[in-house]
Structure formats: C-alpha cells, structure tokens
C-alpha cells in the first residue's frame, strides 16, 4: 500500500503548484488588498443605496444587494493553494491585481494567470 508520504519529494496532488514561502507573502498580501478593495467598493455602494432610501420596504433591496454580493465575493475569494491561480486570472481580468503586485511567482504560476485573464476577457 503507497502513500503519499511514502514516496519523499513528491506533492501529493501532481497538478498542483508548490508554493515557496516567498510566494506564499505575494500570494497572502495580494489577496489581502485585493479582498479589502472590493469590500471597501461594497461598503461605498452599500452607504450610497441606504442614503437612498425612503420606504422601509426599500431596506429590502439593500439586504439583497449585500447579500448577493457575500455570495459572489465568497465564491471569488478562495485562498486555496490550488485555486490561486484561477483567483488571481479573474482578479486581473477585473483590474483588481495588476501584473505588477505579481512580481515575485514563478513563471509558471504566472503564465496560468495571464492564461485564465485572457481567456475571461474574450
């Protein structure tokens, strides 16, 4: 019977990445600030549609609102090693990252996220 831990120097799971320590840091504070922008965007729609209210039925469209965007940004943000990748492609084709900030992965980390931006901006 093999393992995983059987077999020295090998990731378990042969698709994925392994993701340096270093990475790791760009990975994390990426992810950070891209999660915290789209929650301040949020927040901004958020105080804009309550200002707007006028009925009490209307706090109803807010909830909705709100809750409709937990729900996309809960899907979005996945901090899974394995699911970077496609994170930080969606994240760029939306503008939130820049290749910039994503100085610092290996090519080709990076050349799956290029891949993934460009085909969702087609």
Same mark, same amino acid.
């Given at each position: 019977? !093999?393992?995983? =831990?059987?077999?020295?120097?090998?990731?378990?799971?042969? *698709?994925?990445?392994?993701?340096? +320590?270093? &990475? +790791?840091?760009?990975?994390?504070?990426?992810?950070?600030?891209?999660?915290?922008?789209?929650?301040?965007?949020?927040?901004?729609?958020? +105080?804009?549609?309550? *200002?707007?209210?006028?009925?009490?039925?209307?706090?109803?469209?807010? &909830?909705?609102?709100?809750?409709?965007?937990?729900?996309?940004?809960?899907?979005?943000?996945?901090?899974?090693? !394995?699911?970077?990748?496609?994170?930080? @492609?969606?994240?760029?084709?939306? @503008?939130?990252?820049? &290749?910039?900030?994503?100085? @610092?992965?290996? #090519? #080709?980390?990076?050349? !799956?996220?290029? =891949?993934?931006?460009?085909?969702?901006? +087609?």
């Amino acid at each position: 019977m !093999s393992s995983a =831990s059987a077999t020295p120097n090998t990731y378990p799971y042969q *698709n994925e990445s392994i993701w340096s +320590k270093s &990475e +790791k840091t760009i990975a994390r504070t990426v992810f950070d600030a891209a999660l915290k922008g789209e929650l301040q965007d949020v927040m901004q729609q958020a +105080k804009q549609m309550a *200002n707007q209210i006028k009925d009490p039925a209307d706090v109803w469209g807010l &909830e909705h609102y709100l809750t409709e965007r937990r729900k996309e940004i809960d899907r979005k943000y996945d901090y899974r090693y !394995s699911q970077l990748p496609r994170v930080f @492609g969606r994240l760029l084709c939306e @503008g939130r990252v820049s &290749e910039e900030e994503l100085r @610092g992965l290996r #090519d #080709d980390k990076l050349k !799956s996220i290029r =891949s993934l931006a460009e085909f969702l901006a +087609k």
